[in-house]
């Protein structure tokens, strides 16, 4: 391990054991997988990992995240919002983000609070500052701490490091809740966001490692990595995802050309 990153690892190992007690908002992803391990390597059995399920979540990443607190042998606590009825998540403005973390993190606040746990984590990055976050402002209101950003981890090092400490997430594609999936100011309908789910779940089971189904409706339009997109040069590829996707309840299915990309719908 190079002298920059080992240092980083520390910082963030110092600043969870003046914490000695904390709850981490864990999807089971890159970022919160490695912060999980290192606080549970750091604090033992004072770590509790609370994991939101609600109609924006894909049911194999909370699936994965009960696997992955199991593997890590940390308590977690899986709290289910069956209906999100908040309007300003279901209007979909530009502010979406901020109104949906500031609803999902008081949820954690109390679920935390009721185990008497004072700090609250989350995974947010040094990167994700790159990013056009509207939740960050969220989890700062509500005094969330995120580690990984406070010791300037960025992506790429929370991979490398994770492939140090055998994390197996290490190489997972990158994900994000499905809501992210569907253009800004067209509402949100847990039907758009399970014609999403089936619709990635079947590019996955076909191979696809980074992938999204961005949602126009009547129309899917389909962003895989750059060096993927020659999968959909054979036949039986294009008409397995074609006809799954028409059964899904798509009328229209398209290939972006550009290859799939961060945040393409902010």
């Given at each position: 391990?190079?002298?920059?990153?080992?240092?980083?690892?520390?910082?963030?190992?110092?600043?969870?054991?003046?914490?000695g007690?904390?709850?981490?908002?864990?999807?089971?992803g890159v970022?919160?997988?490695?912060?999980?391990?290192?606080?549970?390597?750091?604090?033992?059995?004072?770590?509790?990992?609370?994991?939101?399920?609600?109609?924006?979540?894909?049911?194999r990443?909370?699936?994965?995240?009960?696997?992955y607190?199991?593997e890590?042998?940390?308590?977690?606590i899986?709290?289910?919002?069956?209906?999100?009825?908040?309007?300003?998540?279901?209007?979909?403005g530009p502010?979406?983000?901020?109104?949906?973390?500031?609803?999902?993190?008081?949820?954690?606040?109390?679920?935390?609070?009721?185990h008497?746990?004072?700090?609250?984590?989350?995974?947010?990055?040094?990167?994700?500052?790159?990013?056009?976050r509207p939740?960050l402002?969220?989890?700062?209101?509500?005094?969330?701490?995120?580690?990984l950003?406070?010791a300037?981890?960025?992506?790429?090092?929370?991979?490398?490091?994770s492939?140090?400490?055998?994390?197996?997430?290490?190489?997972k594609?990158?994900?994000?809740?499905?809501?992210?999936?569907?253009?800004?100011?067209?509402?949100?309908?847990?039907?758009?966001?399970r014609?999403?789910?089936?619709?990635?779940?079947?590019?996955?089971?076909?191979?696809?490692?980074?992938y999204?189904?961005?949602?126009?409706?009547?129309?899917?339009?389909?962003?895989?990595?750059?060096?993927?997109?020659e999968?959909?040069?054979?036949?039986e590829?294009?008409?397995?995802v074609?006809?799954?996707?028409?059964?899904?309840?798509?009328?229209?299915?398209?290939?972006?050309?550009?290859?799939y990309?961060?945040?393409?719908?902010?």
């Amino acid at each position: 391990m190079n002298k920059i990153l080992e240092d980083k690892l520390n910082k963030l190992i110092n600043q969870l054991k003046t914490m000695g007690k904390v709850a981490i908002a864990y999807s089971g992803g890159v970022d919160s997988n490695f912060l999980l391990k290192v606080a549970k390597d750091t604090l033992g059995d004072n770590v509790l990992a609370i994991t939101i399920n609600a109609m924006m979540h894909s049911t194999r990443e909370i699936e994965e995240s009960n696997n992955y607190a199991k593997e890590f042998g940390v308590k977690q606590i899986v709290y289910k919002i069956d209906d999100l009825d908040l309007p300003q998540f279901i209007d979909n403005g530009p502010l979406r983000c901020y109104y949906c973390k500031k609803f999902i993190f008081a949820k954690i606040k109390e679920i935390a609070s009721e185990h008497n746990i004072k700090y609250i984590l989350d995974g947010t990055n040094f990167s994700d500052l790159d990013d056009y976050r509207p939740g960050l402002k969220a989890l700062e209101e509500l005094n969330i701490i995120s580690p990984l950003k406070d010791a300037k981890l960025t992506k790429d090092e929370i991979r490398t490091l994770s492939k140090e400490l055998n994390i197996s997430t290490y190489n997972k594609a990158a994900f994000a809740c499905l809501a992210t999936r569907i253009p800004t100011n067209n509402k949100i309908t847990k039907e758009k966001l399970r014609m999403i789910e089936e619709a990635e779940n079947f590019l996955q089971d076909c191979g696809f490692t980074q992938y999204r189904v961005r949602f126009h409706e009547d129309l899917a339009r389909i962003e895989v990595e750059k060096k993927q997109i020659e999968k959909f040069y054979n036949d039986e590829i294009i008409n397995k995802v074609n006809l799954k996707f028409k059964e899904i309840g798509f009328k229209y299915v398209t290939l972006d050309l550009n290859g799939y990309k961060m945040g393409s719908m902010n």
